[in-house]
C-alpha cells in the first residue's frame, strides 16, 4: 500500500434518511486510511455508470502508482441492481466492469473493493434459535498475466434476495458497523470484514415493531492479503 489509495462514493439521498450519516461515517474513515476520496450525491441510474468511468479515467491518468480503490455504492436496489435518484435502475455488474483488471489499467492485479449499501430483495430475515471432501487443482507456477476479474472484493450490506436496513436519523446498522471496525482495528481486510459480520449477526433491529437479524455478504477473488493500515 505504499501507493496512491484512492475512494469514490456515489450515494442517493433521496427519500434515504440517514444516508449523511453514513457519508459522514465514510468521510472520517477515508481520512483516517489515508485515502483520497471523492463523493457524489444523488447520482441519476445514467450518472452512476459516468461517475465510474470518470473514476477509472482518474486512476488511469494518476502519475503516481495506485495502491487500492474503493467504491460505496448506496442507494434502494433490487438484486443486481441499484435505482438512481430519477428513479431508473442500473446494473451493478456494469458498474463493476468499469474497474476490472481489462478496463482499469493503473488498476490491474491490484486491490478492488466494493462496498454496496442497498436491498437486494424484498424477503425479511426474522432470525433462527441456534440449535469435507478435499478437492485438488493444478496450477502453474508464476503465470504472466492476470484474469479478468480477480484482485476484487464485493461486500453487500445484506444478502441475495433480502432487504438493507437504515436507521433515518443514525444511518445504516452495516455502514455505522463497518466504518467502526476498518478504523478501530488492524489486520488482513477479510478478517476484519469476518468482525463486521460477527457484530451485525449478534444485533437487532427493530422494523414494524419485531425484531429482524441481517447480515452482510462477501465475496472475494483477491490474490493477496489487503492491509489498510
Not at 441492481?81 to 458498474?95: A, I, T
Request: proline letters at 3%; a negative charge; glycine letters at 6%.
Amino acid at each position: 500500500m505504499s501507493g496512491a489509495r484512492l475512494a469514490l462514493t456515489l450515494c442517493v439521498t433521496k427519500a434515504r434518511e440517514g444516508s449523511g450519516a453514513d457519508l459522514d461515517a465514510l468521510d472520517l474513515m477515508f481520512q483516517q486510511l489515508r485515502f483520497q476520496a471523492t463523493t457524489k450525491r444523488d447520482p441519476t441510474a445514467q450518472q452512476f455508470l459516468e461517475e465510474m468511468e470518470k473514476f477509472q479515467q482518474t486512476i488511469d491518468n494518476w502519475e503516481d502508482p495506485v495502491s487500492c480503490a474503493f467504491v460505496v455504492l448506496m442507494a434502494h436496489g433490487e438484486e443486481g441492481l441499484l435505482k438512481g435518484e430519477d428513479g431508473k435502475m442500473v446494473k451493478l455488474d456494469d458498474l463493476f466492469e468499469v474497474l476490472n483488471n481489462k478496463n482499469c489499467r493503473n488498476l490491474r492485479a491490484k486491490p478492488k473493493v466494493y462496498i454496496v449499501q442497498a436491498c437486494r430483495g424484498e424477503h425479511r430475515d426474522l432470525g433462527e434459535t441456534i440449535g469435507g471432501d478435499k478437492v485438488a487443482i493444478i496450477t502453474k507456477d508464476n503465470p504472466q498475466t492476470v484474469p479478468t476479474y480477480t484482485d476484487t472484493l464485493h461486500v453487500y450490506s445484506t444478502v441475495e434476495g433480502y432487504i438493507a436496513y437504515r436507521h433515518d436519523k443514525e444511518g445504516s446498522c452495516f455502514i455505522q458497523t463497518l466504518v467502526d471496525v476498518l478504523t478501530e482495528r488492524k489486520g488482513p481486510i477479510l478478517e476484519l470484514l469476518t468482525e463486521v459480520t460477527r457484530r451485525m449477526a449478534k444485533a437487532e433491529l427493530i422494523q414494524e415493531g419485531r425484531a429482524r437479524k441481517v447480515n452482510p455478504e462477501i465475496q472475494s477473488t483477491l490474490r493477496k492479503q489487503l492491509y489498510l493500515q
